[in-house]
């Protein structure tokens, strides 16, 4: 399978809203957001258009990833500059294909080209362990309400990039989005059917509730 990966554009951004609306699609919940938080973050100006990644198979958008500007309020009192990952989509049909690992392993070398000095998500610790990612934990990062959580991980850049960072991950507020505004956004689409319960949703239920106090 050749997979060539590249900027997006904007001649492509309906076709990757869709990749991602696939993607997540009854994964995390009953029916998805991302798709939505996708369209509204690329005019938002923490976002990275260098980051902001596809990859095409045979001409098509089966994948893509994106990267947002977010700071860590240090226990020093310095604030530092980070990246978020995310969302990040393969296509169903393509997944469990190495086309994640290629994305992130391809913007992950951009991104400290670039200087910036680590990556963090919230996500699923047995995938992003495999990607060089790392419990915050261990760096003393909490979530912005102060709570360690297995979800929140890190990918340090360079060796000394992660000193004095203990503290507070602090997203971009774009990542808090209107769930009734991305339920009209996705009014746009085809008709999906919607399923509560699926294994992907349990799992990720079980992942968000490991959070503990500092
Ligand atoms: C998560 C996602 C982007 C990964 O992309 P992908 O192309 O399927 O992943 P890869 O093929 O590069 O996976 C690499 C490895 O991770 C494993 N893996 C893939 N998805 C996994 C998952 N959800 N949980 C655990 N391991 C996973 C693969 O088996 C593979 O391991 P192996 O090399 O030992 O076989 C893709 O599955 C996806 O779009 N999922 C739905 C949306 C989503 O969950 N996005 C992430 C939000 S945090």
């Known amino acids: 399978m050749d997979i060539e990966l590249r900027r997006e554009q904007s001649s492509d951004y309906s076709e990757t809203e869709n990749?991602?609306?696939?993607?997540?699609?009854?994964?995390?919940?009953p029916a998805c957001s991302e798709h939505y938080l996708l369209h509204i973050m690329r005019?938002?100006?923490?976002?990275?258009?260098?980051?902001?990644?596809?990859?095409?198979?045979?001409g098509k958008i089966v994948g893509n990833v994106v990267y947002m500007?977010?700071?860590?309020?240090?226990?020093?009192?310095?604030?530092y500059e980070v990246l978020s990952l995310g969302p990040i989509s393969?296509?169903?049909?393509y997944q469990r294909k190495g086309i994640g690992v290629r994305m992130i392993e391809y913007t992950r070398d951009i991104a400290r080209r670039m200087g910036f000095a680590a990556i963090l998500l919230c996500g699923d610790p047995?995938?992003?362990?495999?990607?060089?990612?790392?419990?915050?934990e261990t760096f003393g990062i909490r979530t912005e309400d102060d709570m360690y959580a297995d979800a929140l991980q890190v990918c340090p850049l360079s060796e000394r990039a992660m000193s004095g960072m203990k503290g507070r991950y602090v997203e971009d507020s774009i990542y808090?989005?209107?769930?009734?505004?991305?339920?009209?956004?996705?009014?746009?689409?085809?008709?999906?059917?919607?399923?509560?319960?699926?294994?992907?949703?349990?799992?990720?239920?079980?992942?968000?509730?490991?959070?503990?106090?500092?």
Request: net charge negative; glycine share 4%.
């Open 126 to 136: 047995d995938y992003y362990s495999r990607q060089g990612f790392l419990s915050a």
């Open 69 to 79: 500007k977010s700071v860590i309020r240090a226990d020093n009192g310095n604030s």
């Open 19 to 29: 990749v991602t609306r696939e993607a997540f699609w009854n994964h995390y919940s």
């Open 43 to 58: 005019d938002c100006p923490a976002f990275v258009p260098e980051l902001d990644v596809v990859a095409v198979c045979d």
């Open 90 to 93: 393969v296509l169903p049909e």
């Open 176 to 214: 808090q989005i209107d769930e009734s505004v991305a339920s009209d956004f996705d009014k746009h689409f085809p008709p999906k059917e919607i399923i509560v319960g699926t294994p992907s949703q349990k799992r990720f239920d079980e992942i968000v509730v490991k959070r503990r106090k500092a």
